[in-house]
Each structure stands twice: as structure tokens, then as C-alpha cells.
């Protein structure tokens, strides 16, 4: 009997598992949507390797420029993305399409972080807020330990960082990234 009983609960959980997985639902509504993603690289953005179907989402795509990034940002454009990338004016130049990934990083590159954009006033006015430049680093007074002469430097980096959005889909941007020394 005690081996019955076990084995009516076995099935009765086994029929509870088959009927919670199926669905007989064909309500289009009903259907997720899948969130936007971005593209690993530039050159998959630009061969339009890539599709996309949110129009007009933005994706940061960081490219390798020597011992530092740079970012190109890629707007959703007719299914496929289009790609920019810093001028070092301030300005940006479009990245054509099929360009490999070589040549990013051999003609996009700028040699130095845009003059334009000046450091935040603080490591607090920086955190996590937004910057345009990336690879582009800012040094602040840290705090001053008992066993050094100068205070500490904390410092600020411009670099890419993952958005949550409302809708629970994502988005790259740069945002500065803060390093505070304490003492130890």
C-alpha cells in the first residue's frame, strides 16, 4: 500500500510537470519578443553580419588602438547597423560598410583622448556618469595617508559599461569608471 501511495504521488507530480509545460496558447500577443543585442565587434556591425530589428537602438563596440579602446557607437538602421567613430575633433566620421576589423583599428583610431571633453570636478561628479571619450583618464587628490608625504591619486577612466534598461534589454555606453585609494 505505502508503495502505491508513492507511486500515485510520483504520477500525479509527473502529470502536474507535463501539463504546467505545455501550451496550447496561439495568441501572437502572447509571443516574446526578443531584446535588441549588439554586435561583438565593429567589423560584424558594418558587414551587417549582424541584423537588428529596434530601430534606432545604440550600441557602443569598443575596438583595440594600441595599449588602449576607443568606442564606436552603431545605430540600428534599416535592420542593419550603421557605425561612427570619434574624430578626435569632437566630431565623428561614419566607418563604411565591410570594412574589416583590421582596418578599424588601423584608420579609426584618434592618438590621443578629445581635447573637447574636460574632467569632471570631482570622483563623485564622475562616477558613473556619462563621457564621450573613451580611453580618456582624469586624476584626482586622494586622501592623505599618515605614512606618505603626498596624498594618494584616485582616478577616473572613460570606458564602456552595460545598461539595464526599463524594458530589461541592455545598452553599452561609456560611462567614467572611478579607482579611490585608501590607505593601508
Not at 583595440?64 to 569632437?90: E, I, L
Not at 570594412?99 to 592618438?111: D, H, K, N, R, W
Not at 590621443?112 to 574636460?118: D, K, R, S, T
Request: charged share 10%.
Amino acid at each position: 500500500m505505502v508503495r502505491f501511495v508513492a507511486f500515485g504521488l510520483g504520477l500525479s507530480a509527473l502529470v502536474s510537470v507535463s501539463t504546467a509545460c505545455s501550451s496550447t496558447s496561439t495568441n501572437p500577443s502572447e509571443q516574446v519578443t526578443p531584446k535588441p543585442t549588439c554586435p561583438a565587434f565593429v567589423h560584424q556591425a558594418v558587414a551587417h553580419t549582424t541584423m537588428c530589428t529596434a530601430e534606432g537602438y545604440v550600441c557602443g563596440i569598443g575596438y583595440a588602438c594600441g595599449s588602449f579602446s576607443q568606442q564606436a557607437t552603431c545605430t540600428c538602421t534599416h535592420g542593419g547597423f550603421a557605425c561612427v567613430a570619434p574624430d578626435g575633433k569632437g566630431g565623428t566620421i561614419d566607418i563604411p560598410a565591410d570594412t574589416p576589423e583590421t582596418e578599424v583599428s588601423a584608420s579609426f583610431c584618434i592618438s590621443q583622448p578629445n581635447p573637447v571633453e574636460a574632467c569632471p570636478m570631482d570622483v563623485t561628479a564622475a562616477q558613473g556618469k556619462v563621457c564621450a571619450t573613451a580611453g580618456k583618464t582624469c586624476y584626482y587628490s586622494g586622501v592623505n595617508c599618515p605614512n606618505f608625504k603626498d596624498p594618494l591619486t584616485d582616478n577616473c577612466y572613460c570606458e564602456s559599461s552595460v545598461q539595464t534598461l526599463k524594458d530589461g534589454g541592455t545598452n553599452i555606453r561609456l560611462t567614467w569608471n572611478c579607482t579611490v585609494s585608501a590607505c593601508k
